[in-house]
Antibody, heavy 121, light 108 residues
Framework: EVQLLESGGDLVQPGGSLRLSCAAS????????MTWVRQAPGKGLEWISS????????YSADSVKGRFTISRDNSRNTLFLQMSNLRAEDTAVYYC??????????????WGQGTLVTVSS | SYELTQPPSVSVSPGQTARITCSGD??????AYWYQQKSGQAPLLVIYDDDKRPSGIPTRFSGSSSGTLATLIISGAQVDDEADYFC???????????FGTGTKVTVL
């Protein structure tokens, strides 16, 4: 059974930084691309960033480009999202998601339960 | 930037058919995925590659795509199907991925 467990969400001040982690289990991690998706309170889903299975290629939304960095450690079966220069509009639940295959689709098949990031002074 | 447009809401009586549309210029050449999201829960994949159903998803969920319009169909809708539904696809470059605006389905 695929399990994705996000952690690292917190209350942070505007301009601050935060690193989210996603511990994966139940599948061969390095065989699958991974993605971060967020959802602001009461709003829809927003794709943030994706990374191929080997980690060699990444994709990011314009709204976070230059501020957020996706990465993965295949030896630890863990996905990361490094967030910097955070803004109030980054407040959201952040979901870790597993794609259908090695390359990025978009083909999200499985989701974690999410971790809440709140940006406020 | 690329957009996928959905109707804000769809209402249907129990046992009737609900159709949720997703409009995007790249859909003639790109697959659509559909997710169901119930209140307070993570999204759940209900349709992939336009018209394929993951294991465990009831057969009343189906999908189709024609031209710039992808459609999620719930045949014989049940009260348990009340949720928000989002389509998901990519622009023509294949490098930027987008969720639709979301549709709230009410079954009553």
């Amino acid at each position: 059974e695929v399990q994705l467990l996000e952690s690292g969400g917190d209350l942070v001040q505007p301009g601050g930084s935060l690193r989210l982690s996603c511990a994966a289990s139940g599948f061969t991690f390095n065989n699958y691309a991974m993605t971060w998706v967020r959802q602001a309170p009461g709003k829809g889903l927003e794709w943030i960033s994706s990374i191929t299975g080997g980690g060699g290629r990444t994709y990011s939304a314009d709204s976070v480009k230059g501020r957020f960095t996706i990465s993965r450690d295949n030896s630890r079966n863990t996905l990361f999202l490094q967030m910097s220069n955070l803004r109030a509009e980054d407040t959201a639940v952040y979901y870790c998601a597993k794609e259908k295959e090695l390359v990025v689709g978009p083909t999200i098949f499985d989701w974690g339960q999410g971790t809440l990031v709140t940006v406020s002074s | 930037s690329y957009e996928l447009t959905q109707p804000p809401s769809v209402s249907v009586s129990p046992g009737q058919t609900a159709r949720i549309t997703c409009s995007g210029d790249a859909l003639p050449k790109k697959y659509a995925y559909w997710y169901q999201q119930k209140s307070g829960q993570a999204p759940l994949l209900v349709i992939y590659d336009d018209d394929k159903r993951p294991s465990g998803i009831p057969t009343r969920f189906s999908g189709s795509s024609s031209g710039t319009l992808a459609t999620l169909i719930i045949s014989g809708a049940q009260v348990d199907d009340e949720a928000d539904y989002f389509c998901y696809s990519t622009d023509s470059s294949g490098n930027h991925f987008v969720f639709g605006t979301g549709t709230k389905v009410t079954v009553l």
